[in-house]
């Protein structure tokens, strides 16, 4: 653990939401669509992380002169986190579930969207670690930004969205006309069958190398 322990709250909450949880979603991975127990692979992950005697320190509560063990405190904190930060969908009992890769794409695409503009701008693609793939075509955003900050424009959109797993930029490109240059991306790779079948509007099944051999085509026929 990268965050020093202390038997405190505060110390709980850091350690569940920085450290923890993205361990959980790791091995949540493997379940794909199916239910799991997040309290037993959070349990088995406390036993490897800490001691005993660590996991049986009391530390009083809230407002309080109670006192609980550190063991009970991340057993709030870790669903707490893991359903507000949508990392993982409560479906009751104790279950949870991955949400679906095209849930996650439409959320990012809700706010995705620059003001249309025939200004110069950036067009730039992302998409996630989990999902990137090598010598095939894989989920990639393709999206525009005209702030010159293709950085902070994904920054913003991850914050907003509360992505859990935070986008990688593969590749950007500064370019006049932006609106229409990533529109005409946009719609030759869905002619090309490319786009996804969710509700977002800017994912694609494809690779970089496609997206810039589209792009060089426009540029030369502008």
């Keep these: 653990m990268t965050i020093l322990f202390e038997p405190t709250r505060s110390y709980v909450y850091n350690a569940a939401r920085y450290e923890l949880l993205p361990k959980i979603a790791e091995i949540a991975r493997d379940f ?4 799991f127990l997040l309290r037993d692979i959070t349990k088995r992950l406390l036993s490897e992380t800490y001691t005993q005697e660590q996991l049986d320190t009391r530390v009083k509560k809230a407002k ?4 609980e063990k550190i063991s009970t405190i991340f057993g709030f904190y870790v ?4 359903e507000n930060l949508r990392v993982f969908e409560n479906v009751g009992g104790g279950l949870f579930k991955n949400y679906s890769l095209d849930e996650e794409l439409a959320e990012a695409d ?4 620059d003001v249309m503009s025939n200004d110069s701008g950036i067009i730039y693609t992302y ?14 955003k393709v999206g525009l930004t005209t702030t010159g900050d293709a950085d902070a424009r994904v920054a913003q959109q991850c914050k907003q969205t ?4 935070y986008p990688v ?3 950007t490109w500064e370019v006049q006309r932006v609106a229409a240059v990533e529109d005409a991306i946009h719609s ?9 079948k969710a509700p977002g509007v800017e994912w694609f099944d494809t690779t970089v190398a496609e997206v810039e051999s589209i792009l060089s085509f426009i540029q030369q026929t502008a």
């Design 188 to 196: 030759i790779l869905e002619a090309r069958g490319s786009k996804r």
């Design 110 to 113: 809700a706010v995705a969207t």
């Design 32 to 35: 794909g669509d199916e239910p």
């Design 127 to 140: 998409s996630f670690p989990s999902i990137i793939k090598t010598g095939a075509k894989f989920p990639i």
């Design 79 to 82: 669903p707490f986190l893991a």
């Design 162 to 165: 509360c992505c859990f797993e």
């Design 64 to 67: 309080s002169d109670a006192t």
């Design 169 to 171: 930029i593969l590749k």
